[in-house]
């Protein structure tokens, strides 16, 4: 099956896909989300869509809103203690470029080291979801085939 995918060049004033028209059957990219920088993706939904094809198109769709709202979440956490501490490094008159770097390097550490079990819960669930995703791909794939030669 090849893929037919199409990147949307959307503005990214425009929240939704709905108000766009779009072929069904194919998937569409968007460009990526300003807080997740993860690109929402619409799939592609064929006319005669098998039960496998519809259960990988539905927790495809799930697994991609459960890592955009992870990384939505992350980054709004990240960017606020950034600025937080840039706000606090701008209070004390730092300026010299060399205090701000090492402070921003024991700022990153720290929040890699304060986060590391988050992450690391996330990454297991991510290749979780993705060994599930090839698992269903293949049953999908493998119903799309003998659907078609059935059909001969």
Wanted: one cysteine or more; hydrophobic letters at 30%.
């Amino acid at each position: 099956m090849v893929l037919n995918r199409k990147l949307l060049t959307v503005s990214r004033s425009c929240s939704s896909f709905a108000r766009l028209k779009i072929n069904k059957s194919s998937d569409y990219i968007s460009p990526p989300h300003k807080t997740s920088n993860i690109r929402h993706i619409r799939f592609g939904r064929h006319s005669d869509e098998t039960p496998e094809e519809l259960t990988l198109r539905l927790y495809s769709t799930q697994i991609s809103e459960w890592n955009h709202r992870y990384w939505e979440s992350q980054n709004k956490m990240y960017l606020s203690l950034k600025q937080d501490l840039l706000s606090e490094i701008e209070q004390c008159g730092l300026d010299e470029d060399e205090h701000i770097d090492l402070a921003m390097q024991e700022f990153y550490k720290t929040y890699l080291l304060s986060n590391r079990n988050n992450f690391n819960t996330y990454t297991r669930e991510w290749t979780k979801a993705n060994l599930k995703m090839i698992y269903l791909a293949l049953r999908a794939k493998r119903s799309r085939l003998f659907r078609i030669r059935s059909s001969r």
